[in-house]
């Protein structure tokens, strides 16, 4: 490790130059210089002014009135109040700014510049700087001055692009090239195309700074304004449509005419590369200023078009061919919604074989109802092809609604009730859809090992894999039996132990071939399994194939229990293994590394980035820049070249892919100039999900301030408070800083940024915040509440058009006090174009709910009227409707939804650092908890907004029923019953299993195939049977509902309307709706009879027994009905069936098509709380599922429950939920069962927390159960003792059954069990556990832990090995924190702070340093013993908990008032001498701040009492025995937290003396 180190630093130094090579640098001239340049500059916001116009900021003071001033002070006040108490910043001194500005100087002087030659850097930046001599600059200098000194350094636009395409992280270097370009327009335009045009075109297109290209077009240089562009300006298509949504909806008509965009929109290469929501507002305005002209010239615009509405969609298409929609179809990468608009136009198609070939590509997008139809009526002679469905649909892991999987399943079988050989190979890797009991009934016999290859899929889930496997049948070969990879997890502990006598193929004995295949699966195995095979492997572990292998699949199991030091030997091994991996494999090995621990990405931060001579790191090690950015580059400007080869060109550690794992440490040596970039390169890599810690987020923030401090002094700017600091900031800055690490200096400061401009450029990046930030950072309710209101408010007095303002508000203005009331328009576009899937998991108070809920009415009408696609669009704002809204919403509309809604949904996800809790929270948990400031769950605002997604999960729980229709086995209607007759009584026959529902499809899908080959005759009794089924049902549904059908004549339309209205009113009497459902399951039934009869169908074609079709005949169906239909007096119509004129079959699909909406008129959105559902139900819902309350359950046939156990096991509950899903599963599956199988209990996963709580006896905590132990293990710390008396007394434990108990150990309060050389073996991995023990438990561990404890982590000399010990840190004692340095306390972990005794042991230098997470894991007992420097230190750490902010302050009350009274009474003893003016804060200073001078009395005082001396610091009482330390801090503080008055006398006696 110190060999690689040295060797690094030594060429660092050899690369930067000797003295003889440097050039002159005359630092205060260039100081000067760089101010002249910033005053004499404009500033990068919207109004492009002079820096002059703002600074001195006196200037903005000047231009408020006396009223505003006056406003301004008191925030100002405030913000400053609010600062000091809860936000750590350090203050800064002019000997501090001399440093910065003195290091920065440094950084230029210091380099090499033998070639190009560069004699005086002042002459060169003055004057004379070339494309060469700018590569020669360090990156800082670059950035800090890129859009003041580059004027014609590159004269070619496109060489700009390749400059910014080289650096697609460094997001402020963007925004100054962007500057530079508008600002140098003339110089960049040669009169033939525009410069910034060839500039944007050049810019290579990324996700990830997408945003920031759009905000540069449309609010910097503003091209969609006529006014701004230049003489002659126009820019391509290829740029336009990199414009935003307000961007694109400010184009005005003669804008649109002048550029010619109706010829540029016909560029369907370059659009067609858009969202549908990015493409949305250009069918706006395409719509509003050509009209007519898109459908007559659709195919020109059809990529437009397709964004549409679907009303407008369908009407713009309305004369389109079918050829063409199957063409579209074919080409485009529609939303499902779209695909199942067009699908209905083109499925009536001749052309089968283009539509089956359609098909295949994009049937999985279709609707339930359409996937029925086409197998109906047009699948069957596609049959043979049925396995490249499989391939498509289901061969790998891929989304498909389970409903989907589940109907084309039930359809590949011939009889679902006995399922076959020949249907297993029908079904291939269908079988995925097979339920639990589907799979237990099939024949053993039929799954030989052939069979399985053919059926197994990623999609299967373990439990499924499980039977199978269990079930197959056992075929050896030379002694050992084949098992195929997906099926390794369920393969017996001993199996991978190698302990077993059974032999597997490639797993015992282990092969390559064998830990290669295992590593692929290794995401399933559970945590025995893991450590078993991770045992296994250990001395195979750093073979490059191998760790290419994890670093693939699924890294962070594998590396969990390597200690940071291996880590760091194994540097180089690892960036080989990442070359050996291949650049294909680059992007996943790039999310990979995010999981694995933060402490090794912190290793390997500390290993592969060096450290210059003057303390900073190498921030193009740090970053990875290619080699054509640093210093001496060739002038060959060439894009940036993939990691793979920058790693083999510059014999680079890729330390860019460990970027979140930054330590305090490592950030406080990064250049202050280079900060910007380093956060900006932060955020590019984790992308949009990932958090940045708060300990890392507390420590950038003070970078940062750093930075702007090093801005203020160059540009000779006087600072006096935190706002105007932040008044530096540039657009560049902000935009790069991004919203979260913004978030953290809180709305009081935010809102108080001296310069407008700025305060308006930060609110606009806050409001881009997806709303799951603000639960992690400093952002309160009030506080975004407050942001919100003064961003909402500027952009009012801005005179900012409506589609501006929700632009800018975006994530904001869900929280606007006011009331608003925008053109529909707007709100349409608002919720299409603006919000994305994560802004629209809202989470706000139910008064701002309510106000949302009308915007969006107003938007999009009222809910009876939305198609499917506006419930798509709209997602997870679902949340704000009410009840009555969701259940007026059109049942087709949620069917056709549902799917995407679900899957889509970000409410079911999970967030880590929610404050006050060690685990990821789910969303939904996490937001109640912000609404109440962390005060539990129970609070009113949390409570309404968890029953508001309650209803929502409920509603799609409903839909999910719907969308199941087809597919339940044992739906709503009534069971079908044969009624005998037993002299007086009627009793209930026992009846075979029969599925009336798809019997009836059956039976009609005969009578459609053979009707054109039937006789007249026979074809007239067809219509005839069809005719009177719908006739007896619509007259006995009529009755049943309460019309009279003599008195009031109904149109079948109308009948099938009526039904479905009165079904969809909750009110309705149970008898009336189980009435109707006996009616549409009697019509079933009658079909049946009568068809199979006319047809002659045998009992084989219909793949049932002749027992059932002898029950079905025997039914008696209609006998009220028949009977009323024979006394009502119609106008008589003799049918002779001989003579009737023969229907069509179009005809007859349309007859049966009207009876089945009316049989199935009971497929509509139902009362959650009435439905029965189904496994299939829940599979459909998602997330959602976890609404599930215990009548649900409770009303769940057990079989269906059953079949869903594993699923259940698999999702994340909040805390509320997972006591009643358990409490309500136990009670419907386990409750006459006295011990769950181990097998079962792996399959209860998630609900095992709940489970051991509430019954532990339930659980096998037997040693044979150790797989189902650890699983158990990995979720909750409880069941230990239960584990250890089913043990042998005097056995210690072993390193398997370590692993496998997981946080179980934390547990432990016995040494008797634990070997301390395997329990030092283990650190790492037990630092890892998150623990919370007791303090005689944590004093056992470390006396046991303390001979193999890193003293690089006890002294805070490394911080990847304090980050090792994890909560380890918690249980030291007290003498050995006095040992590390106050700015290594940000590596505590929270756990480690949740496990100390008292928070006295620290100091209140070390307190400060303590993260917002760490911090707000601190309980009460904890603070007792604090001094009151102390308690306002951890007020501070912890200012972004309004909870423990608010008992801390309460503390600090109490300190104030105490000591204002012994003031006031020493002050009357003195004589009340006016001179004395002791405030608060003297009496801190005093007991407490070191740099209080001791006193020297004139007169002879009482001398304090002694304090036992103290042990020598190199010999700390480390004892596990020892007692907290009920001392002050160890910077100075003498007292005790409760000093008798006669101490404090004394001490103010001295003060006294002094004054």
């Keep these: 490790e110190m060999g690689l180190l040295t060797y690094m630093a030594l060429v660092a130094v050899l690369v930067r130059g000797s003295t003889s090579d440097l050039a002159k640098l005359d630092a205060p001239v260039m100081k000067d210089f760089i101010k002249y340049l910033f005053n004499t500059g404009r500033n990068d916001f919207s109004s492009g002014q002079l820096n002059s116009e703002f600074f001195p900021l006196e200037k903005v003071l000047e231009d408020m009135t006396a009223d505003e001033k006056s406003a301004y002070s008191d925030k100002l006040s405030m913000a400053q109040d609010f600062n000091a108490k809860y936000r750590v910043l350090d203050n800064f001194t002019a000997e501090d700014r001399d440093e910065l500005v003195d290091e920065f100087m440094h950084a230029l002087q210091s380099q090499d510049v033998r070639s190009p030659a560069v004699s005086d850097w002042n002459e060169i930046l003055d004057r004379d700087l070339t494309r060469s001599v700018l590569f020669l600059l360090p990156p800082g200098w670059r950035y800090l001055l890129a859009d003041r000194v580059f004027k014609k350094t590159i004269d070619d636009p496109v060489k700009w692009a390749i400059l910014v395409n080289l650096q697609p992280s460094n997001v402020g270097f963007l925004y100054k090239t962007a500057q530079h370009l508008r600002l140098e327009h003339d110089y960049f335009n040669d009169g033939q195309e525009s410069g910034e045009d060839l500039f944007m075109r050049s810019v290579s297109w990324n996700k990830l700074v997408e945003p920031y290209i759009g905000h540069i077009l449309s609010q910097r240089w503003k091209i969609q304004i006529e006014s701004s562009l230049k003489t002659n300006e126009d820019f391509s298509i290829a740029t336009l449509v990199r414009l935003p949504a307000c961007g694109v909806s400010s184009i005005t008509k003669a804008y649109f005419d002048n550029h010619g965009l109706a010829e540029k929109l016909k560029r369907g290469s370059v659009l067609s590369q858009l969202s549908e929501a990015r493409l949305y507002p250009w069918f706006v305005i395409s719509n509003r200023y050509m009209g007519e002209k898109l459908k007559t010239d659709f195919l020109n615009y059809r990529h437009i078009v397709l964004s549409a509405p679907l009303d407008a969609m369908n009407n713009i298409m309305a004369d389109t061919t079918t050829e063409q929609k199957m063409e579209i179809l074919n080409s485009f990468n529609l939303n499902p919604i779209k695909v199942q608009e067009l699908w209905s136009q083109v499925v009536d198609s001749d052309d089968d074989e283009s539509l089956a070939k359609l098909f295949f590509k994009v049937g999985h997008k279709l609707d339930i109802d359409q996937l029925a139809a086409f197998y109906k009526h047009k699948f069957t002679h596609l049959y043979s092809s049925r396995h490249e469905l499989e391939a498509m649909w289901v061969a790998d892991d891929s989304y498909l609604p389970w409903s989907h999987v589940k109907f084309v399943a039930d359809h590949h079988i011939n009889n679902p009730g006995v399922i076959g050989q020949t249907d297993l190979i029908n079904l291939g890797k269908f079988v995925a859809a097979l339920s639990p009991s589907e799979l237990e009934a099939i024949d053993d016999s039929y799954l030989t090992f052939d069979t399985v290859r053919l059926i197994v899929s990623p999609k299967m889930s373990l439990r499924q894999l499980c039977i199978i496997h269990e079930k197959m049948l056992i075929e050896e070969i030379n002694g050992e039996r084949e098992v195929l990879e997906d099926m390794y997890p369920c393969l017996d502990l001993k199996i991978f132990g190698q302990t077993s006598h059974v032999r597997v193929k490639n797993v015992n004995p282990l092969t390559d071939e064998g830990i290669k295949q295992l590593i692929k699966v290794s995401k399933r195995l559970n945590p025995a399994q893991m450590a078993v095979f991770r045992e296994q492997i250990s001395d195979k572990l750093w073979d490059i194939d191998v760790m290419s292998d994890i670093l693939i699949h699924n890294p962070a199991p594998f590396f969990a229990n390597v200690g940071t030091k291996e880590f760091k030997s194994k540097i180089v091994d690892l960036r080989d293994a990442i070359i050996r991996a291949g650049i294909e494999n680059l992007p996943a090995i790039i999310e990979n590394v995010k999981s694995m621990p933060k402490r090794l990405l912190t290793a390997w931060l500390e290993a592969a980035v060096p450290v210059f001579e003057t303390g900073k790191l190498d921030v193009n090690v740090l970053l990875d820049r290619p080699a054509s950015l640093r210093a001496h580059s060739t002038d060959d400007s060439n894009v940036e070249i993939d990691l793979i080869s920058h790693a083999e060109n510059l014999d680079a550690m890729l330390p860019s892919l460990a970027l979140s794992g930054l330590s305090c440490d490592m950030i406080d040596k990064i250049p202050a100039e280079e900060i910007i970039e380093v956060i900006s390169t932060i955020r590019y890599r984790n992308g949009e999900d990932d958090l940045i810690p708060s300990n890392t987020r507390k420590c950038l923030v003070n970078s940062v301030r750093q930075y702007l401090e090093l801005k203020a002094a160059l540009y000779d700017v006087d600072i006096s408070n935190e706002m105007e600091l932040l008044s530096l900031l540039t657009t560049a800055d902000i935009r790069a800083i991004g919203p979260e690490i913004l978030l953290t200096w809180g709305s009081q400061t935010l809102t108080t940024i001296t310069h407008p401009e700025v305060r308006m450029e930060v609110l606009l990046t806050i409001a881009t915040a997806y709303p799951h930030l603000y639960f992690h950072t400093g952002a309160t309710l009030q506080g975004i509440t407050e942001m919100a209101n003064h961003l909402f408010t500027l952009l009012k007095d801005a005179k900012k058009s409506e589609v501006d303002i929700v632009v800018g508000m975006k994530n904001l203005l869900p929280f606007v006090s006011a009331e608003f009331d925008f053109d529909p328009s707007t709100v349409q576009l608002y919720v299409k174009s603006i919000l994305d899937l994560k802004s629209k998991a809202v989470c706000m108070p139910s008064s701002h709910r309510e106000k949302y809920r009308r915007m969006i009415i107003s938007g999009f009408d009222s809910s009876d009227t939305w198609d499917s696609l506006d419930l798509v669009d709209l997602g997870d704002l679902l949340l704000t409707m009410t009840k009555d809204d969701l259940m007026k919403i059109p049942s087709t509309s949620v069917r056709k939804a549902l799917p995407q809604l679900v899957s889509g949904s970000v409410y079911g996800s999970t967030l880590p650092e929610i404050r006050g809790f060690l685990e990821p929270q789910i969303y939904t948990d996490a937001c109640a908890l912000w609404l109440n400031d962390g005060y539990g769950l129970e609070r009113s605002e949390g409570i309404d907004y968890l029953k508001a997604w309650q209803l929502l999960a409920r509603w799609h729980l409903s839909g999910a029923h719907l969308l199941n229709t087809r597919n339940n086995l044992r739906n709503s209607q009534a069971t079908p019953r044969r009624i005998v007759k037993r002299q007086t009584e009627l009793t209930i026959e026992e009846v075979p299993d029969i599925d009336y529902r798809i019997l009836h499809s059956k039976v009609m899908n005969f009578l459609q195939d053979r009707y054109s080959t039937l006789s007249t005759e026979e074809a007239a009794k067809a219509v005839f049977i069809i005719s009177q089924t719908q006739e007896l049902l619509g007259n006995g549904s009529l009755v049943a509902m309460g019309y009279d059908p003599e008195k009031e004549k109904f149109t079948q339309v109308e009948v099938l309307e009526l039904i479905k209205q009165y079904r969809s009113d909750e009110t309705k009497p149970q008898d009336v709706e189980d009435k109707l459902n006996q009616l549409a399951l009697d019509s079933q039934v009658r079909l049946i009879q009568k068809l199979v009869n006319l047809l002659n169908l045998s009992p084989a074609e219909l793949g049932i027994s002749s027992e059932s079709i002898d029950h079905v005949n025997s039914l008696s169906t209609f006998a009220e009905e028949e009977e009323f239909v024979a006394t009502v007096k119609y106008e008589e119509v003799d049918i002779d069936v001989t003579k009737a004129e023969p229907v069509s079959n179009e005809d007859l699909a349309k007859e049966i098509s009207v009876l089945e909406q009316e049989i199935f008129a009971a497929s509509i959105l139902k009362n959650p709380d009435t439905i029965l559902l189904t496994c299939n139900d829940l599979l459909s819902a998602g997330m959602s599922t976890t609404a599930l309350t215990a009548g649900d359950i409770d009303r769940m046939p057990v079989k269906e429950l059953k079949n869903c156990m594993e699923y259940l096991g698999t999702l994340r509950y909040g805390a509320r939920q997972l006591p009643i899903i358990w409490k309500a599963v136990h009670k419907k599956l386990f409750k006459d069962v006295e011990k769950v199988t181990p097998r079962d209990m792996i399959y209860l996963g998630n609900l095992l927390p709940a489970a051991v709580k509430e019954n532990a006896k339930f659980l096998d905590f037997g040693k044979p159960a150790l797989e189902?132990?650890?699983?158990?293990?990995?979720?909750?710390?409880?069941?230990?003792?239960?584990?250890?008396?089913?043990?042998?007394?005097?056995?210690?434990?072993?390193?398997?059954?370590?692993?496998?108990?997981?946080?179980?150990?934390?547990?432990?309060?016995?040494?008797?069990?634990?070997?301390?050389?395997?329990?030092?073996?283990?650190?790492?991995?037990?630092?890892?556990?998150?623990?919370?023990?007791?303090?005689?438990?944590?004093?056992?561990?470390?006396?046991?832990?303390?001979?193999?404890?890193?003293?690089?982590?006890?002294?805070?000399?490394?911080?990847?090995?304090?980050?090792?010990?994890?909560?380890?840190?918690?249980?030291?004692?007290?003498?050995?924190?006095?040992?590390?340095?106050?700015?290594?306390?940000?590596?505590?972990?929270?756990?480690?702070?949740?496990?100390?005794?008292?928070?006295?042991?620290?100091?209140?230098?070390?307190?400060?340093?303590?993260?917002?997470?760490?911090?707000?894991?601190?309980?009460?007992?904890?603070?007792?013993?604090?001094?009151?420097?102390?308690?306002?230190?951890?007020?501070?750490?912890?200012?972004?908990?309004?909870?423990?902010?608010?008992?801390?302050?309460?503390?600090?009350?109490?300190?104030?008032?105490?000591?204002?009274?012994?003031?006031?009474?020493?002050?009357?003893?003195?004589?009340?001498?006016?001179?004395?003016?002791?405030?608060?804060?003297?009496?801190?200073?005093?007991?407490?701040?070191?740099?209080?001078?001791?006193?020297?009395?004139?007169?002879?005082?009482?001398?304090?009492?002694?304090?036992?001396?103290?042990?020598?610091?190199?010999?700390?009482?480390?004892?596990?025995?020892?007692?907290?330390?009920?001392?002050?801090?160890?910077?100075?503080?003498?007292?005790?937290?409760?000093?008798?008055?006669?101490?404090?006398?004394?001490?103010?006696?001295?003060?006294?003396?002094?004054?």
Excluded: H
Excluded at 1269 to 1291: H, M, P
Excluded at 1470 to 1482: F, I, K, V, Y
Excluded at 1485 to 1501: F, K, R
Excluded at 1525 to 1538: H, M, Q, V, Y
């Design 1268 to 1555: 189902a132990i650890s699983v158990l293990g990995s979720k909750s710390d409880l069941g230990v003792e239960e584990y250890l008396a089913t043990r042998t007394l005097s056995s210690q434990l072993s390193m398997k059954e370590i692993y496998a108990l997981g946080r179980m150990v934390c547990g432990i309060t016995t040494e008797d069990v634990l070997e301390k050389q395997l329990l030092i073996k283990l650190l790492p991995y037990i630092g890892t556990l998150e623990c919370r023990v007791k303090p005689e438990v944590g004093s056992l561990l470390y006396s046991m832990l303390k001979p193999g404890l890193d003293d690089q982590a006890l002294t805070g000399k490394s911080a990847s090995a304090m980050d090792e010990m994890g909560w380890l840190m918690g249980i030291l004692p007290a003498k050995v924190y006095q040992k590390i340095p106050a700015p290594q306390l940000s590596q505590f972990r929270p756990s480690a702070v949740m496990n100390m005794r008292t928070m006295n042991d620290l100091s209140a230098k070390q307190l400060l340093r303590l993260s917002p997470q760490a911090a707000s894991m601190v309980e009460t007992p904890q603070i007792k013993a604090l001094n009151l420097s102390k308690v306002r230190a951890l007020r501070s750490a912890a200012g972004e908990d309004p909870k423990l902010r608010q008992s801390l302050n309460a503390i600090v009350t109490q300190f104030e008032r105490k000591l204002a009274a012994i003031v006031k009474a020493e002050t009357e003893e003195l004589g009340g001498n006016e001179d004395l003016d002791l405030q608060p804060d003297d009496m801190d200073a005093i007991v407490d701040d070191p740099t209080t001078p001791e006193p020297e009395p004139e007169t002879p005082t009482p001398e304090p009492e002694a304090e036992p001396e103290s042990e020598p610091e190199s010999e700390p009482d480390d004892s596990p025995n020892s007692q907290p330390s009920t001392k002050g801090d160890d910077d100075g503080a003498a007292f005790a937290i409760l000093p008798s008055v006669w101490l404090l006398f004394i001490s103010f006696s001295f003060y006294y003396v002094i004054l």
